[in-house]
Nanobody, 118 residues
Framework: QLQLVESGGGVVQPGGSLRLSCTTSGVTLEYYAIGWFRQAPGKEREGVSC???????SYEDSVKGRFTISRDNAKNTVYLEMNSLKVEDTAVYYC????????????WGQGTQVTVSS
């Protein structure tokens, strides 16, 4: 069964950076799109970024220019480089795999906490 594991979350000050990782098992990452989502307390889960199987990235407007998504298929890992972090970026971040970025997810990770606080 497809499994995804997120890592790299933590506590940073505003303006700081983190790099999240999403590592898959049970499938070959090369054939799948990977999306990053986040959910803050009291808010609905929202899409953050996605990368297609051929490496085309997309971003939600609030993170465009600050976050960068990339993939290393040899390591079955997708990264989300998060720069210039803001307090409003605080959330649990999840990754999900699908055939296409607009498709229903085939699996989800358990999430990693990102806290931005001064």
């Amino acid at each position: 069964q497809l499994q995804l594991v997120e890592s790299g979350g933590g506590v940073v000050q505003p303006g700081g950076s983190l790099r999240l990782s999403c590592t898959t098992s049970g499938v070959t990452l090369e054939y799948y799109a990977i999306g990053w989502f986040r959910q803050a307390p009291g808010k609905e889960r929202e899409g953050v970024s996605c990368i297609t199987s051929d490496g085309t990235p997309s971003y939600e407007d609030s993170v465009k220019g600050r976050f960068t998504i990339s993939r290393d298929n040899a390591k079955n890992t997708v990264y989300l480089e998060m720069n210039s972090l803001k307090v409003e970026d605080t959330a649990v971040y999840y990754c999900a795999a699908s055939h296409f970025c607009d498709a229903v997810a085939l699996g989800w990770g358990q999430g990693t906490q990102v806290t931005v606080s001064s």
